[in-house]
């Protein structure tokens, strides 16, 4: 009996490995290839604009949840600061010297030194990968990003923009579908913690902040839906 329960287990495990391989197939997109120099910087500009990015330059303060609300966030933009809260943990995270970061649980005053240092690393992961998708369009022009136009099948140009240091996860690539008017609509990525490329994400639940810059309410990654919860820009 067990002999053949191990039997139909190894069947099992070779058949979803062979459905995954033929998955990876059919749905796995290489990265374009892209034209950077003027051009992309002028759809990357676009792109900008239409999102009102002088409005975000001087929006102070950020608040916003992820993670149906298990994550939440105050950022003070113009002091480098963030209030990341999760559980019953929350950091005040100094983003320019981590080290000089409060973590706090159950509003105690954490001391010991290794708590500390894994609350505030786990903070900066938080941070780095929730507020993308929050200001994404905003960081298309940071340090170590290659902006490269890609013209579409379809006619239209895209912009495919590759981070190449920063953040958690230096390498990943977005390739940026955009309205007529600049505005974005969707990105593809390629990133390191998804297996397949060029899964695509959309970017048209905008709203207008109090600050005048525009923000994603949600996105929706195949059936599901990242709800960014009560979105807040203000000065």
Known sequence: MIKKLLKIGLVLSIILLV????????????????????????????????????????????????RDGKHRYKWDKELGKVS???????????LNNPQKSQVTKVGEVIS????????????????????????????????????????????????????????????????????PNGFPKSFKMWVSIIPLGGIKATWDDWQLTESGAFLPKAHQLGPMTIDMGDVKGYN
Request: proline share 5%; no cysteine.
């Open 112 to 179: 010991d030194t290794k708590k500390r240092k894994s609350a505030i690393e786990k903070s900066i992961s938080m941070f780095n990968n929730d507020s993308f998708w929050l200001v994404a369009p905003f960081k298309v022009f940071d340090k170590g990003v290659v902006r490269s136009m890609v013209n579409m099948d379809d006619g239209t140009e895209a912009l495919l923009v590759s981070y190449t240091s920063g953040g958690s996860t230096p390498g990943d690539s977005y390739l940026w579908e955009l309205q």
């Open 84 to 94: 990341v809260t999760w559980d019953d943990t929350t950091v005040n995270l100094n």
């Open 19 to 66: 459905g995954a391989f033929v998955i990876y197939l059919i749905y796995n997109e290489p990265v374009p290839v892209g034209q950077p120099g003027p051009q992309a910087d002028a759809l990357a500009h676009k792109m900008v604009n239409a999102v009102n990015g002088k409005a975000y330059s001087h929006t102070r303060y950020i608040e916003w949840s992820f």
